[in-house]
């Protein structure tokens, strides 16, 4: 089952991340309050659906709402999410494969929209 959880740090900030079943797929960096959190949520359901898909290893560009596939400096593969403004919002763990983190973008798009949001502290 998919889900965004809103986490509260050690810091008293709030992070966002979007699980499966406990497996953590992409997460957001902290914001100060937990209303910039729950923004952050409601523009990924809204705009991950229908956003681009940039690879850049392949020297693709793109510009609005994007998911970007990129190289780890290990040499693995990883996704971020930007928004228009060119923000990123969250980004995933790194994947060996890239079909891997392919599938990671496939997963978001396709379940974030109806995803239940946690809020948890």
């Known amino acids: 089952m998919h ?23 992409v997460w957001s960096e902290n914001y100060a309050s937990k209303a910039s959190a729950k923004n952050c949520v409601e523009s990924i359901k809204k705009n991950a659906p229908t956003a681009a898909i940039v690879d850049l290893t392949q020297q693709e560009t793109g ?8 190289e ?10 930007r928004a228009a403004n ?26 974030a929209p ?3 949001v946690v809020e948890e502290g």
């Open 3 to 25: 889900k965004f959880k809103i986490v509260k740090t050690e810091k008293g900030e709030y992070r966002v991340q979007f699980v499966y079943n406990a497996e953590v797929m």
């Open 63 to 70: 510009s609005g709402y994007r998911f970007e596939i990129d």
């Open 72 to 81: 780890a400096k290990n040499g693995e593969t990883f996704v971020r999410f």
């Open 86 to 111: 060119g923000e990123i919002m969250v980004r995933s763990e790194t994947y060996k494969a890239k079909s891997s983190a392919k599938n990671c973008v496939t997963s978001v798009q396709k379940n």
């Open 114 to 116: 109806e995803a239940a």
